[in-house]
């Protein structure tokens, strides 16, 4: 718990990169602190910034959807960004900002210790695969290929799949991502609890 409150105490009072001074709100991330499974995406929206809440606009009511298609329930989970400040008018944020901003997300990892990480969109994607020192090339490319990675001594299955507000109005992206949900990650999560299970009948 100490760690924890230090961690939020530091992202409140974060002033590394710019982004702190357009900021209402840092949003640092929110669910189950042992969570099997993390959720990253890019970073906060102006619904977020405006309650300090990672994905409670429209593109967090579509993820939501997708956890519940695979019975995955929302608090079960850990949900937070690369970026826990808000970009001003919801830009990409900066590869600088990206820098400054990835000490915590590396130190949530490495507290929640999950089993299997879901980046939305390709910033978070190809964050977390140069952590784990893998080439990120495309969305297109490698979206829904869960892959064994080990990020700061934590191992862990990665699934990259498209940012849920990418797939709010555009109907082929919206596909893509259900699917990448119903094929790759409900199966890693079935695979994990089946380990699990067999794990106890020899204990």
Not at 114 to 123: A, D, E, K
Not at 165 to 188: C, G, M, Q, T, W
Request: charged share 25%; proline share 6%; aromatic share 6%.
């Amino acid at each position: 718990m100490c760690e924890w409150g230090e961690l939020l105490s530091e992202i409140s009072a974060c002033t590394k990169c710019v982004l702190h001074r357009s900021r209402r709100n840092p949003v640092p991330g929110e669910g189950s602190r042992s969570a099997q499974v993390m959720f990253i995406g890019e970073a906060p929206g102006a619904r977020e910034d405006e309650t300090g809440r990672p994905f409670i606009g429209a593109a967090g009511q579509l993820l939501t959807q997708l956890m519940e298609s695979i019975k995955l329930q929302r608090d079960s989970t850990y949900i937070t960004n690369v970026v826990k400040c808000r970009p001003p008018s919801n830009r990409d944020p900066s590869d600088d900002e990206i820098a400054a901003c990835l000490p915590y997300l590396i130190k949530q990892i490495m507290l929640v210790k999950p089993q299997l990480i879901v980046t939305l969109g390709r910033h978070s994607s190809r964050t977390i695969y140069e952590l784990a020192g893998l080439k990120w090339v495309s969305m297109a490319k490698q979206h829904g290929k869960p892959i064994e990675v080990s990020i700061a001594s934590i191992r862990t299955t990665v699934i990259a799949t498209y940012h849920p507000a990418s797939a709010l109005y555009n109907p082929n992206l919206r596909k893509l991502i259900e699917d990448d949900f119903r094929n790759a990650i409900a199966r890693v999560i079935s695979r994990e609890k089946e380990s699990k299970r067999t794990l106890l009948d020899y204990l």
